[in-house]
């Protein structure tokens, strides 16, 4: 994952090499086709595109650091490829195959610019899909897409959060990003957030700074690196969606969020009162893994 904007958002993480494989495979990546990594990092993605499929490879990179190892990347490898030094949101997007590790809000983000391109495009994105879409195929993680896309149904009667809360686990020491959704009344899209410990632990993104009535919208949640047994809660809130409960802790277990209903929300806020909240952890694990 990439950052993608000149906030750094979210972070940068590699791709692992099987899931960049799959990926490629997936989106039935030719020779001499045009192929463009939105957030390409060090370049790994781009290399395995021109040297096990011949493709045409373009990147963009915000980060110079980044940017400087995928051109030594290719270059030493002997591939023409280009790597441009620029936030993607902001310049044109011309391919036949996109790839993107990026966050969800992103992705909503850039969903009018990828229905642009031409019919016979195709857009493969690893860790998370396209919020709104349906994918054609799909893998471990890996999703491929078609123009024009097929969108998932939707209430758009429907008002609020995904659910009333969450509880949230990351590992500690290291940077974490999740997502929930939200459908308001229409008009510009604002996340307040408030409660004991969130500030300066917890961002957030939207995936619209404005949205139809009804219309889904992911917000992202970054959560900064905190030590190992660090909990806080709070609340988000959007206008005319009310208020999300939140419960966040910085545990050694699986990382993971897990929705939570009126009554689990208070039953989260006391186990953390009460510092039991490991147990609670434990439990919601536990269901989640059994299904």
Known sequence: MASDSSTGWPFWAAT?????GEALRLAGLRPGERFVDLGCGDGRVLLRAAEDFGAEVHGFELDPGLAAIARDVLAAAGIDGTVVEDDFEAVPIEADVVFAFLSPATLQRLRPRLEALPPHARIVTTGYPVPGWLPNNLGDRTYLYRLPPDEQPVDRNQRGWVSFGALVSVTPAAPALVAVKVQ????PLTVSVSGAGLDGWLTTRTG?????PGEPVVVDL???????GTEASGTLEVDSAGKFRLFAVADAGDPGIFGLSESGCDL????????????????????????
Do not use: H
């Open 208 to 212: 619209a700074d404005e949205a139809a």
């Open 222 to 228: 970054r959560f900064e690196p905190a030590r190992e």
């Open 16 to 20: 692992g090499d099987d899931r960049i």
């Open 184 to 187: 308001t009344d229409g008009g």
């Open 268 to 291: 989260v806020a006391d186990a953390m009162a009460r510092g039991r909240l490991a147990p609670v952890l434990n439990e919601a694990r536990r269901r989640t893994s059994s299904g």
